[in-house]
């Protein structure tokens, strides 16, 4: 049993409840009853091994979400915890702004050295969202630099989320995570998804003529818009939020097409999706595209230390070469030393272990696995790439109706994110978009562990399809 007090004598329910902001948390759950709340104890997760992780009371689970889509080589590993004593004690700390660490510079040339053609350029930051606003402003001041101001505007998706800092949550197509904050950036312009279970009834049996509608759509506003006015593309390889949508086949090649033809940028939004998750350590790869800007983080270091990255290609870079120009953007802890040391261990495990072709080896094991939810009348749909998936849920599978809001409250929230918990599983039950479960588990696991997962998935969905 872990501890259960702080160090103050306060249990550690009562503190997280009275002191811990949580990160879109409700909590309302977590308040007395007597004020009127649920009065649930917030989850302790106190140890993590492998691809499990337990609770203060003890209890295990099995974690199919790598934490937050992070975790890539699973928890526990000694040797990256031995890395940041090594280089903590070496040199705790030292900034990028104009002074480089030996860490930083070695973490910079690895990832020039996996990523494709000429993105030789490295900006560290500490996540994803940093690494998206990065990307936006050097999209802006490049084509400033190039005698095209006029190129600010940025063309996402709906649904997609590419972060929570002003510039990159209104990149993000999700209305309700950016309401509470408006007025936000101007110029993020919206275009359909690659969510092929609800495309258009015309589309629904030609996938590569949905992906190339799709496509077009992102022509199609740069051109109402004017290509002298928008600066770039952000696109997830497998778009997240909605629930696991992968790109049709011609998608991407069409939208390559697309941005060169109207000199617009296209950034490959990997927050998730590089690092093995889909199969190679950059997803652009899996899909046979080459974008100009590549944004990442989490599975850099699999959530060991924090740290994220722009990288950026030669073309981009070109104007920072002379004179005085410089990019006035940066972060306190882009690129700290330990986290790059961190990463660099990382990846030595993932190559060490083969984790890449692991992923790309047992993907269809595990999707041929998921695939037999199916059967159950709740699960309309299973998507995904890799190690990443969506099953969407229904209320009719023959007219694919979804559920209202209030259903949707009554199902995720109300069953089946607590369901899943109790039976031993960390995932997501999400509603940003239509119902959907995502997994991502860390990329050790293998076939006994689809078995397993898909087993507790099977019972807790079957139990909440007899609630309809």
Known sequence: MSQQTTRTGTPLADAARDHLWGHFTRHSVYEPTASGGSGADVPIIVRGQGHRIWDDRGREYFDGLAGLFTVQVGHG??????AAAEQAAKLAYFPLWSYAHPSGIELAERLAGYAPADLNRVFFTTGGGEAVESAWKLAKQYFKLTGKPGKTK?????????????????????????????????????????????????????????????????????????ADTVAA?????????????????????????????????????????????????FACDDFGYVPDIITCAKGMSSGYSPI??????ERLFEPFRHGTTTFAHGYTFGGHPVSSAVAMANLDLMESEGLNA??????????????????????????????????????????????????????LRGFLSKALFEA????????????????????????PEFAELTGILRDVLTRASELL
């Open 233 to 281: 593309v952000f696109l997830e390889p497998v778009q997240n939020s909605g629930g696991c949508f992968p790109p049709p086949p011609g998608y991407f090649e069409r939208v390559r097409q697309i941005c060169d033809e109207y000199d617009v940028l296209l950034v490959s939004d990997e927050t998730i999706c590089a690092f093995g998750r889909i199969g190679s350590m």
């Open 358 to 411: 692991k992923v790309a080896n047992l993907a269809p094991a595990f999707k041929a696995q998921l695939d037999t939810l199916l059967e159950l009348p709740i699960v309309g749909d299973v998507r995904g790439a890799g190690y990443f998936y969506g099953i969407e849920l229904v209320k009719d599978k023959t007219t694919r109706e979804s559920f209202n809001e209030a259903e949707s409250e009554r199902l």
């Open 154 to 226: 940025v063309i996402s998706r709906s649904i997609a989320y590419h972060g929570t800092p002003h510039g990159a949550l209104s990149i993000t197509g999700i209305p309700s995570a950016k309401a509470p904050f408006e007025p936000l950036v101007p110029g993020a312009l919206k275009v359909p998804h690659t969510g092929f279970y609800r495309a258009p009834e015309h589309l629904r049996d030609d996938e590569y003529a949905f992906g190339q509608w799709a496509a077009e759509r992102i022509a199609e506003t740069i051109e109402f818009e004017g």
């Open 424 to 447: 031993g599983l960390y995932c997501r039950a999400d509603d940003r978009g239509d119902p959907v479960i995502q997994l991502a588990p860390p990329l050790t696991i293998g076939e």
């Open 77 to 82: 590993r000694t040797e990256l915890a031995e």
């Open 308 to 313: 994220g990255a722009m990288i950026a290609s």
